[in-house]
DNA sequence: CTCCGCACTGAGCGACCGCTTACACTCTAG
DNA sequence: CTAGAGTGTAAGCGGTCGCTCAGTGCGGAG
């Protein structure tokens, strides 16, 4: 727990406020935010109701702090494969492969990240809808280069960007630790759909 | 109000029933069933709180009432396909075109049916959970047709299923009357997406 | 006309919600 | 040793929730 809250949130302090986020995380993915009490999230972190405002000052404060952090990391992901290669097929081949393997890997992390969004009071949603544009811009800019260089075939290039992060955002939903593929693999192996459905030889 | 909520559930009576369809399904794609209360749905069908207890016996109730309707169209739309051409391809091409405007087209249903799934009673939710599997094997069947005729190239049906799945399923969750594409326009793009994926020449 | 059954309402019950307060304990600095 | 900041708890407040119930208005049968 306190391994993975750490590897989750390094720099989170002090060890109780990840070990509230950890709580959050997994009270929120199981029955969603509005059915998930302030008494959950402290008894799954072993505490009082009450400690839960030593760290946050609300319930939708810590939503924040892990939806905010989660749309960071994804953020991160994809511009670390934009720097790492060029190229649009290698690109978004990778894109594909780290993105999905993520919301496998995290997936209880990536389903709070994607499905509780509305949850958040509005000046807080404005932030993380910030960050999705972002991304949704970053996947647009490699398609439009892909279909100038000619190495993508597609109708709409607002739709083929919408369609590849569906793919790789819906595996939050359905990925489980009982799912056959590994995360790795299932990334490589939807990066090989993504490359056809793009049109890419 | 009355017109679509006469569409959509044709054979719910009395009518006032189907205002309060309406009025929950309303309710609980904006706010999400949690943080949708009995005065939200009441209010907006225009009537008291207590009136939706004449028609149902609690608020789970109303969702299920939804969610089972909302899936018995989805898996009769894809038994439908299935009844009116042969052959994977066309199945495949038809099935998703369907499949998607009708996510488009009807995607505050869509949004409930299939983002408040888990909100459901266990027993309410294994009814629906019984019409996903069967949606699901129906997919999975047509590609598996593919794979063995040879119109199809994919690495794992399980996986490409899901894929299919997931693409049509997500269109619920970003489309709105302001999309620049109409639901049919937009399903057309997706079949072709859907079985360039596929791997169909 | 009376009477009954049904759809619906106003008022409100008991439970539980997010959050606050008053207080206790444990460090560390001076 | 003391002072104070930081971290935690037990108790509970005000408000809202899902749902109930006694009663009202109304349309149709006799």
């Given at each position: 727990m306190t391994t993975l809250s750490a590897d989750l949130w390094p720099d989170v302090q002090p060890e109780t406020a990840r070990r509230l986020m950890l709580a959050g995380v997994e009270s929120f993915a199981e029955r969603g935010y509005h059915a998930t009490t302030t008494r959950d999230i402290a008894g799954a972190a072993g505490m009082s109701p009450a400690a839960l405002y030593v760290h946050f000052p609300s319930k939708a404060a810590l939503l924040f702090a892990i939806s905010r952090n989660g749309h960071e990391q994804t953020l991160a992901l994809v511009e670390d494969v934009l720097g790492r290669v060029t190229g649009p097929v290698e690109r978004m081949r990778l894109l594909v492969e780290d993105f999905v393997a993520w919301h496998a890997r995290r997936h209880t992390v990536a389903r709070v990240v994607q499905y509780e969004l509305n949850a958040l009071p509005e000046k807080e949603y404005q932030v993380v809808a910030q960050l999705r544009r972002k991304i949704e811009q970053r996947v647009r800019e490699v398609i439009a280069d892909g279909v100038e260089s000619g190495a993508f075939t597609v109708g709409d290039v607002g739709i083929a960007a919408r369609?590849?992060?569906?793919?790789?955002?819906?595996?939050?939903?359905?990925?489980?630790?009982?799912?056959?593929?590994?995360?790795?693999?299932?990334?490589?192996?939807?990066?090989e759909l993504v490359l056809r459905m793009l049109g890419a030889s």
């Amino acid at each position: 727990m306190t391994t993975l809250s750490a590897d989750l949130w390094p720099d989170v302090q002090p060890e109780t406020a990840r070990r509230l986020m950890l709580a959050g995380v997994e009270s929120f993915a199981e029955r969603g935010y509005h059915a998930t009490t302030t008494r959950d999230i402290a008894g799954a972190a072993g505490m009082s109701p009450a400690a839960l405002y030593v760290h946050f000052p609300s319930k939708a404060a810590l939503l924040f702090a892990i939806s905010r952090n989660g749309h960071e990391q994804t953020l991160a992901l994809v511009e670390d494969v934009l720097g790492r290669v060029t190229g649009p097929v290698e690109r978004m081949r990778l894109l594909v492969e780290d993105f999905v393997a993520w919301h496998a890997r995290r997936h209880t992390v990536a389903r709070v990240v994607q499905y509780e969004l509305n949850a958040l009071p509005e000046k807080e949603y404005q932030v993380v809808a910030q960050l999705r544009r972002k991304i949704e811009q970053r996947v647009r800019e490699v398609i439009a280069d892909g279909v100038e260089s000619g190495a993508f075939t597609v109708g709409d290039v607002g739709i083929a960007a919408r369609a590849v992060l569906s793919l790789g955002v819906d595996v939050a939903r359905w990925y489980s630790e009982r799912t056959r593929q590994t995360p790795t693999e299932l990334g490589k192996e939807y990066g090989e759909l993504v490359l056809r459905m793009l049109g890419a030889s």
